[in-house]
Nanobody, 121 residues
């Protein structure tokens, strides 16, 4: 499977953005999907993950209650709805695929390119 992230942009603090990740290939539904982010000079960090069916999700504490991950296996897409954005959410956001739900970067085998999110104060 190949991944293509989109939807990043510039938004004011308190605003919302919706990121999408489109997957190619017929095995999308077999993968756990995750979102990670990386700010300059900082290690890539886990944001959210969703299991193959969409019935189980996992969030970083820093985004819990503000971000929502979802997937549509019929459309081969996973989305990250981000609300109440803060300047500290500024980063390049990456979607990734794994065989099991994990917060660990190394457990994700397939990565898309990043999409930049910038939150102004």
């Amino acid at each position: 499977v190949q991944l293509q992230a989109s939807g990043g942009g510039l938004v004011q603090a308190g605003g919302s953005l919706r990121l999408s990740c489109a997957a190619s290939g017929r095995t999308f539904s077999r993968y756990v999907m995750g979102w990670f982010r990386q700010a300059p000079g900082i290690e890539r960090e886990f944001v959210a993950a969703i299991n193959w069916s969409g019935g189980s999700t996992l969030y970083a504490d820093s985004v819990k209650g503000r971000f929502t991950i979802d997937r549509d296996n019929a459309k081969n897409t996973v989305t990250l709805q981000m609300s109440s954005l803060k300047p500290e959410d500024t980063a390049a956001y990456y979607c990734a695929a794994a065989r099991f739900v994990s917060r660990r970067t190394n457990d994700y085998d397939i990565w898309g390119q990043g999409t930049q999110v910038t939150v102004s104060s």
